[in-house]
């Protein structure tokens, strides 16, 4: 009997340390006003930091820095704004894939393809789900 009420003891400690481990893995988000994360990939990507320079042709380049902690797929997609906020088209501006690898670092980049663009908004989202409205935040 008190040998079971050992094992017992055992099997308790190790799910509590479990448990205690899974807790404390840290997502990390994002204080920047460009980055919109769908809500499943926030809970795998961490932001080590997003990058915006002008080129010498006078034309917006972005570069967002990550780590996942997991495989995984994502969409994103830069959305270029004008100095109205309004959204000019272009090449880049289209979703793409990406494979992201479990603990590696990975760069989303993009130039816009016109000057007038100011300001972004980067888009990312897990591949397999659907952005809701209250994802943008």
């Given amino acids: 009997m008190i040998k079971a009420q050992q094992y017992l003891v055992l099997i308790v400690a190790v799910l509590l340390l479990l448990l205690l481990n899974g807790c404390a893995t840290v997502i990390q988000t994002t204080d920047y006003q460009q980055l919109y994360m769908g ?15 002008r080129t010498g042709g006078d034309l917006l380049r972005v570069a967002f820095d990550g780590v ?28 793409h894939r ?33 952005p809701v409205a209250d994802d943008t935040k």
């Fill in 39 to 53: 809500s499943g990939v926030r809970s795998y990507i961490q932001v080590s930091g997003l990058h915006q320079e």
């Fill in 68 to 95: 996942s902690l997991y495989e995984r797929e994502v969409k994103y997609r830069f959305v270029w704004l004008d100095v109205n906020g309004f959204e000019l088209p272009g090449l880049t501006a289209r979703w």
């Fill in 98 to 130: 990406y494979k992201v690898y479990s603990q590696q670092p990975f760069q989303l980049q993009a130039i816009a393809t016109d000057p007038k663009v100011v300001n972004y908004r980067l888009l990312i989202y897990d591949l397999h789900a659907t």
